[in-house]
């Protein structure tokens, strides 16, 4: 079992900045492809990015592209969202989540596909 655990949500004006970090207690961290979600009120919970095992693949979704940036650091068991000019739709419950199968174009937006999931940190951009 995997536990996750978001950190570094918070209420910021737009064109802030913000960055989410997502531990887990695993010793087998790099062994799981990474991937950030987000839920805003009254909305499904969407595919934000994606990191493969090793880091060198990412994935985005169009909204938070040339915006937000997926990282990992396998030796601290640790998967980053930095979120640079945020916007007020980019308000809602990230979640970062934990895969076991590989990563690819076909599947890295599917939430089915992610067997781990945090507990979720608020996100809260004003106008």
């Known amino acids: 079992q995997v536990q996750l655990v978001e950190s570094g949500g918070g209420l910021v004006q737009a064109e802030a900045s913000l960055r989410l970090s997502c531990g887990a207690s695993e010793r087998t961290f790099s062994s799981y492809a990474m991937g950030w979600f987000r839920q805003a009120p009254g909305k499904e919970r969407e595919f934000v990015a994606a990191?493969?095992?090793?880091?060198?693949?990412?994935f985005y979704a169009d909204p938070v592209k040339g915006r937000f940036a997926i990282s990992r650091d396998n030796a601290k068991n640790t998967v980053y969202l930095q979120m640079n000019s945020l916007k007020p739709e980019d308000t809602a419950v990230y979640y970062c989540a934990a895969r076991r199968n590989i990563l690819s174009s076909n599947n890295y937006y599917e939430q089915s596909g992610y067997n781990y999931w945090g507990q979720g940190t608020q996100v809260t951009v004003s106008s």
């Open positions: 990191i493969s095992r090793s880091g060198i693949i990412t």
